[in-house]
């Protein structure tokens, strides 16, 4: 049982390249979402998915996109990097809204440079 | 908007004391408050949670309480571990998978 995995762990991209940030979870949980870590500003939601078809914007999504094709996967596009997406980002999934526990990937660290 | 204060931002204990972590949260509808520990190089991870029809919890070593009048929710850990070194984050949610988290906590137990 991996539970949440992420993939890569590190990338440095060049401004205005695109790339996609892998999420899998083996768990069977319906909700899935993308936060951003930033220094001193804990973590934010950029999208978040309630289930295979369903997403919705979080707190900054703005340079994002998410798709959510099945359950077990929610990958997160940034379709033109910037510097300012320069982050460390994470992955979560929860079982229902009423189990609430959300489990973290190890994170991908993200440079555009 | 909706928000979580956390303080301190860093706090260094000496091994076998206590630490104390506080949040503060803006949205009267939140109704669960975890707290996520979270080590170098890896995802955060839940190590206790609160739902607001309770004032505290405990487990073993750790204990959050939480006052609903206040909007204020603590994390104690007493008895503190080299191990226990470390970011700490609190979060607040109304009952859903969406949680708005607080700035961390830094923090280190000297042995």
């Known amino acids: 049982n991996a539970g949440v995995t992420q993939t890569p762990k590190f990338q440095v991209l060049k401004t205005g390249q695109s790339m996609t940030l892998q999420c899998a979870q083996d768990?069977?949980?319906?909700?899935m979402s993308w936060y951003r870590q930033d220094p001193g500003m804990g973590l934010r939601l950029i999208h978040y998915?309630?289930?295979?078809?369903?997403?919705d914007q979080g707190e900054v999504p703005n340079g994002y996109n998410v798709s959510r094709s099945t359950t077990e996967d929610f990958p997160l596009r940034l379709l033109s990097a910037a510097p300012s997406q320069t982050s460390v980002y994470f992955c979560a999934s929860s079982y229902s809204a009423s189990n609430t526990e959300a489990f973290f990937g190890q994170g991908t660290r993200l440079t555009v440079v | 908007g909706e928000n979580v204060e956390q303080h301190p931002s860093t706090l260094s204990v000496q091994e076998g004391d206590s630490a104390v972590i506080k949040c503060t949260y803006s949205d009267s509808a939140s109704n669960y408050f975890p707290w996520y520990k979270q080590e170098l190089g890896k995802g955060p991870q839940l190590i206790i949670d609160?739902?607001?029809?309770?004032g505290e919890k405990k487990d073993q070593r750790i204990a959050v309480t939480l006052n609903k009048t206040a909007k204020h929710f603590s994390l104690h850990i007493t008895e503190t571990q080299p191990e226990d070194s470390a970011v700490y984050f609190c979060a607040a949610s109304r009952g859903t998978y969406k949680y708005i988290f607080g700035t961390g906590t830094r923090l280190k137990v000297l042995a």
């Open positions: 998915s309630v289930g295979a078809g369903i997403t």
């Open positions: 768990m069977n949980h319906e909700y």
């Open positions: 609160i739902r607001s029809n309770v």
